[in-house]
Structure formats: structure tokens, C-alpha cells
């Protein structure tokens, strides 16, 4: 049972739902009932055991087919001599040889291995053993992010779901001089700079400005829980996390990174975690949402920019795409982060702002069936709207992985799914994580990224889970 902060039952006076709710009249998706997509368990599937065949089958169990014994005469020996030695020793002058080697044993911290080769990686993507090790190999982390199944199916018409029916193609169009319809890009209650970013507003941070970056162990990490979440990734080299804690009441954080900057986003309201690297660009929040999700405004144009549709819809930028500038981020607990990242840095709760970092503002929203503001389209609903969904690109193809559709293929600890998108061979790797239900903003949790699986000599590695 966690202690810490019960879930409060009214919404934060102090909180950005409150700003939401001012003037509005929220919409909210019908009440959904069960889908049976294992939403809140493991959604594991169970084996059968196939078609046996039927007992006494000339299978040597009782009731099978017999042969009749045979009776003299008939090429057998009815007498035979029971001195007679049927199985003679072996020659002792041949030497057998050594006995076969035992398979390698692998690292207790090794996730999946190579079939070729039998080297071991690990949730990371680096090779732990075997002679990928020796040569150094480390997979490429793909671009990637989660967000909310609601919202992948809102955003992202016409994506691919591994493993089921495609998304609902069409029904965004553009309109009012923007490339969604303008009358559809809502005010959310909040002012532009009402949900402040950190570590200034209104501007991109000056040279010597930056997040309040503390080591793991620092005091200034102490509000953050094991549990909680975190949206982590790598800047310049440095393991790197912002808690979701954090994003509830910025949204977005900028920071010098690459030579450029970095703006890591994330959006309460449809459960999405993104990082942008650019060499000039940095986001404030314009106090807009478009199909529930944050809208951003960059602080030299002033041009609007949709977080899930990753490029600028209105201004003097629109057109212009992100995705080029999509960095790989991983959404996991802070205890899996610290686990796999022992050196990591957080942005600490010694923000500037007067914010409970403790407190979620948006009651049992991760777990309710709304979407808070209605969508046009309206969602898919084969799964239920808070379910998380894994997404990566290639070209023009948007693939999502449901969290209950990896599941499904557990080995163990993880699921290790070979894949390719538009002829790029991929990896994803998946490990669920138990969050306690009294967790204040309980949410499915997991360690989930994607790998390229050729590597830099042209070769493809081709995995499974160490557990199968």
C-alpha cells in the first residue's frame, strides 16, 4: 500500500483541470463497457494443447495396435541363448572424444539473443556476450513513443496496428488557412504560458539556463516514487528523465542539446511523451488543444504546432514537419529508469513554480473511459481509451503496437518482436510492470523500445526473448 498522497476526489483548486473546466463544457466518450482487451491485467493469451491422437493408436500405450508374436519358423530364434551377449561393450581402444560443451551460460541481465551467433543483449540493445560483444555491437534505438489508444486512433488515421485491422483511414481535413480544421483547435482553459514551461517561458532557455538537473540520489528527487513515471531518454550522451509528475503541470521542458536545443513534450490529456531536437527551435504551450492534445506555439514564428500530427498546422511554419527532428524516448517507471541507467539525472521538484509535484490534477482520468474533449474523428473502440499503444515510423509507415497484443507473446519477463516496417528490419522489446493500484495515477507501465536490427556491416540479427 503506498502511503504518500491519496488519489484526491476533487479536482486541484490549484491545478491546470481546474483552468480546463473554467467556461467549458466538456465531451466525453460514451461510457465503454468490456472489451475484453485485458485492460488493467497482463492480457497474456492461453495455449491450448492441439490435436492429440486418440489413445491406442499403434503408439505402445495401453490399448494401442499390437503386432501378433510371431511363431517359430518365421526368421526368428525360438530358443535364443539367454547367455548370449546382445549389446557387446564398445571397443576400449576407441576414444569416445570429450563430451559436447554446455551452452554458454548468459548474463542474468541479458534480454534477448542473436540466433546466429548466440550473443546476448541487453534491454538497452547492447551486446553482453558471444562475439557481438567482442566486436562492440549496439543496436540503434528508433524513434519511438506511447501514447494513449484513443489518441493513436484520433491522430494517426490509416496507421497499422500490429497485429489487428488497420486504423479508419481519412477525417482530418484541412481548413481556416491551417491543415486540420481550425475550428477544431480549441481553447483549453489555460492562456498561452497559463501552463508554464520550464525552465523559462516565453522564450528559449539563454546560454547558462537550464532545467534544475539533479543525480538519482540527489534530495531534490525525493518527491518521485518508484512507480511513478518518466519520460526518459539520452541528451548528448547523459541519461536524461522528466517525470510525468512534472509534465502534469509544464508540459514541456526545453534545454540546450545537440548544439541546438531539445524541447521534450508530453500531453496529460492523451497519455503522449515526444522529444524534439532542433537547431533552432524550442515550444511553449498556447493554451490550445487540438482532438485533446497539447498545442504548441514555437517561440520564433509563434506558428501553431500539433504534438501527435509532429508538425506546425497554422502560422507562417505550417507544413513544417518534425519528424525529422523525433528523438527516441522510453516511457518507464523511475525505478526501471534507475535500474537500467544508475547515473541518470531528473529534473528535480525545485522548479520556481509553486506545484505539488506529489499531486496528479486529473482524478481517475488515466483510467475512465473520457476523452476529456471530444474528437472528430471519434475513436476506434476495440480497445479501451486509456490503453497504451507503442508507435514507431519508417517512410510513411505509422505502426502501433497495443500493449495486450505484446503481451500476448511474453517469453518470460519480455516479448522480443521481430518485425519489419517499409523493408526496415526492427526489434521491439517489451517488459511489463506492475504498478499497485493505489498508486495515486495508476497507468500501465512498461520498459518498451525499438531496435534496428542490421547492423552497420550490412548483417541482421535475428532475436528471441532469452526466456523462450
Same mark, same amino acid.
Given at each position: 500500500?503506498?502511503q504518500?498522497?491519496? =488519489?484526491?476526489?476533487?479536482? %486541484?483548486p &490549484?491545478?491546470p483541470?481546474?483552468?480546463?473546466?473554467?467556461?467549458?463544457?466538456?465531451?466525453?466518450?460514451p461510457?465503454?463497457?468490456?472489451?475484453?482487451?485485458?485492460?488493467?491485467?497482463?492480457g497474456?493469451?492461453?495455449?491450448?494443447?492441439?490435436d492429440?491422437?486418440?489413445?491406442?493408436?499403434?503408439?505402445?500405450?495401453?490399448?494401442?495396435?499390437?503386432?501378433?508374436?510371431?511363431? #517359430?519358423?518365421?526368421?526368428?530364434?525360438?530358443?535364443?541363448?539367454?547367455d548370449?551377449?546382445?549389446?557387446?561393450? #564398445?571397443?576400449p581402444? @576407441?576414444?569416445?572424444?570429450?563430451?559436447?560443451?554446455?551452452p554458454?551460460?548468459?548474463?542474468?541481465h541479458? $534480454?534477448?539473443v542473436d540466433s546466429?551467433?548466440?550473443?546476448a543483449f541487453?534491454?538497452?540493445?547492447?551486446?553482453? %556476450?558471444?562475439?557481438?560483444e567482442e566486436?562492440?555491437?549496439?543496436?540503434?534505438?528508433?524513434p519511438?513513443?506511447?501514447?494513449?489508444?484513443?489518441?493513436?486512433?484520433?491522430?494517426?488515421?490509416?496507421?497499422q496496428?500490429?497485429?489487428?485491422?488497420?486504423?479508419?483511414s481519412?477525417?482530418?481535413?484541412?481548413g481556416?488557412?491551417?491543415d486540420?480544421?481550425?475550428?477544431?483547435?480549441?481553447g483549453?482553459?489555460?492562456?498561452?504560458?497559463?501552463?508554464p514551461?520550464i525552465?523559462?517561458?516565453g522564450?528559449?532557455p539563454?546560454a547558462g539556463?537550464?532545467?534544475?538537473?539533479?543525480?538519482?540520489?540527489?534530495?531534490?528527487?525525493?518527491?518521485?516514487?518508484?512507480?511513478?513515471?518518466?519520460?526518459?531518454?539520452?541528451l548528448?550522451?547523459?541519461?536524461s528523465?522528466?517525470?510525468?509528475?512534472?509534465?502534469f503541470?509544464h508540459?514541456i521542458?526545453?534545454?540546450?542539446?545537440g548544439?541546438g536545443f531539445?524541447s521534450?513534450t508530453?500531453?496529460p490529456l492523451?497519455g %503522449?511523451?515526444?522529444a524534439?531536437?532542433?537547431?533552432?527551435r524550442?515550444f511553449?504551450?498556447?493554451?490550445?488543444?487540438y &482532438?485533446?492534445?497539447l498545442?504548441m506555439?514555437?517561440?520564433?514564428?509563434?506558428s501553431?504546432?500539433?504534438?501527435?500530427q509532429r508538425?506546425?498546422?497554422?502560422?507562417?511554419?505550417?507544413g513544417?514537419d518534425?519528424?525529422? %527532428?523525433?528523438a527516441?524516448v522510453?516511457?518507464t517507471?523511475?525505478?526501471?529508469?534507475k535500474?537500467?541507467?544508475?547515473? =541518470?539525472?531528473v529534473v528535480?521538484?525545485?522548479?520556481?513554480?509553486?506545484?505539488?509535484?506529489?499531486?496528479?490534477?486529473? &482524478?481517475?482520468?488515466?483510467?475512465?473511459?473520457?476523452?476529456?474533449f471530444?474528437?472528430?474523428? $471519434?475513436?476506434d473502440d476495440?480497445?479501451?481509451?486509456k490503453q497504451?499503444?507503442? $508507435?514507431?515510423?519508417?517512410?510513411?509507415?505509422?505502426?502501433?503496437?497495443?500493449?495486450?497484443?505484446?503481451q500476448?507473446g511474453?517469453?518470460?519477463?519480455?516479448?522480443?518482436?521481430?518485425?519489419a516496417?517499409?523493408?526496415?528490419? $526492427?526489434?521491439?522489446v517489451?517488459?511489463?510492470?506492475?504498478?499497485?493500484?493505489?498508486?495515486?495515477?495508476?497507468?500501465?507501465?512498461a520498459?518498451?523500445?525499438a531496435?534496428?536490427?542490421?547492423?552497420?556491416?550490412?548483417? @541482421?540479427?535475428?532475436l528471441?526473448?532469452?526466456?523462450?
Open positions: 500500500m503506498i504518500r498522497r491519496p =488519489t484526491p476526489s476533487t479536482v %486541484s &490549484n491545478g483541470i481546474a483552468l480546463l473546466l473554467a467556461g467549458l463544457l466538456i465531451a466525453c466518450s461510457s465503454g463497457g468490456d472489451r475484453g482487451d485485458g485492460y488493467g491485467g497482463s497474456a493469451a492461453s495455449t491450448g494443447h492441439g492429440l491422437d486418440e489413445p491406442g493408436a499403434g503408439d505402445g500405450r495401453p490399448g494401442a495396435d499390437e503386432d501378433p508374436a510371431p511363431t #517359430p519358423g518365421q526368421g526368428d530364434d525360438p530358443d535364443p541363448d539367454p548370449a551377449d546382445t549389446d557387446p561393450d #564398445p571397443d581402444d @576407441v576414444d569416445p572424444g570429450p563430451d559436447p560443451d554446455p554458454p551460460e548468459l548474463p542474468s541479458a $534480454v534477448m546466429a551467433t548466440g550473443s541487453d534491454a538497452l540493445g547492447r551486446a553482453i %556476450s558471444g562475439s557481438l566486436e562492440g555491437v549496439a543496436l540503434r534505438q528508433r519511438a513513443y506511447t501514447l494513449f489508444w484513443f489518441a493513436y486512433s484520433v491522430h494517426h488515421r490509416g496507421a496496428v500490429w497485429g489487428g485491422a488497420p486504423i479508419a481519412g477525417g482530418i481535413e484541412p481556416g488557412g491551417c486540420v480544421p481550425r475550428d477544431q483547435i480549441r483549453g482553459g489555460p492562456p498561452k504560458d497559463g501552463i514551461s525552465p523559462v517561458t522564450r528559449p539563454a539556463e537550464a532545467p534544475p538537473w539533479v543525480a538519482a540520489d540527489d534530495p531534490g528527487a525525493d518527491y518521485l516514487l518508484d512507480e511513478d513515471l518518466v519520460v526518459g531518454l539520452l548528448d550522451g547523459k541519461p528523465a522528466v517525470s510525468h509528475n512534472t509534465m503541470w508540459e521542458v526545453n534545454d540546450h542539446a548544439g531539445v521534450i508530453y500531453c492523451t %503522449s511523451g515526444l524534439f531536437v532542433d537547431p533552432n524550442t511553449g504551450t498556447s493554451g490550445r488543444l &482532438n485533446s492534445n498545442v506555439y514555437d517561440h520564433a514564428t509563434d501553431l504546432w500539433s504534438q501527435l508538425k506546425a498546422v497554422c502560422g507562417d511554419a505550417r513544417t518534425l519528424m525529422p %527532428s523525433l527516441p522510453v516511457e517507471t523511475w525505478g526501471r529508469w535500474e537500467l541507467y544508475p547515473s =541518470t539525472r528535480s521538484d525545485d522548479t520556481g513554480w509553486p506545484r505539488d509535484y506529489r499531486d496528479y490534477p486529473y &482524478n481517475d482520468f488515466r483510467t475512465n473511459d473520457s476523452t476529456f471530444g474528437t472528430d474523428p $471519434v475513436p476495440r480497445f479501451h481509451p497504451m499503444v507503442f $508507435v514507431q515510423f519508417e517512410g510513411d509507415t505509422i505502426r502501433g503496437y497495443p500493449y495486450p497484443a505484446m500476448e511474453l517469453q518470460g519477463a519480455f516479448a522480443v518482436i521481430n518485425d516496417l517499409d523493408g526496415v528490419e $526492427v526489434v521491439v517489451h517488459e511489463p510492470i506492475a504498478v499497485s493500484p493505489d498508486h495515486p495515477a495508476p497507468q500501465q507501465a520498459w518498451t523500445a531496435f534496428d536490427r542490421r547492423l552497420d556491416d550490412g548483417r @541482421v540479427v535475428e528471441s526473448s532469452t526466456d523462450r
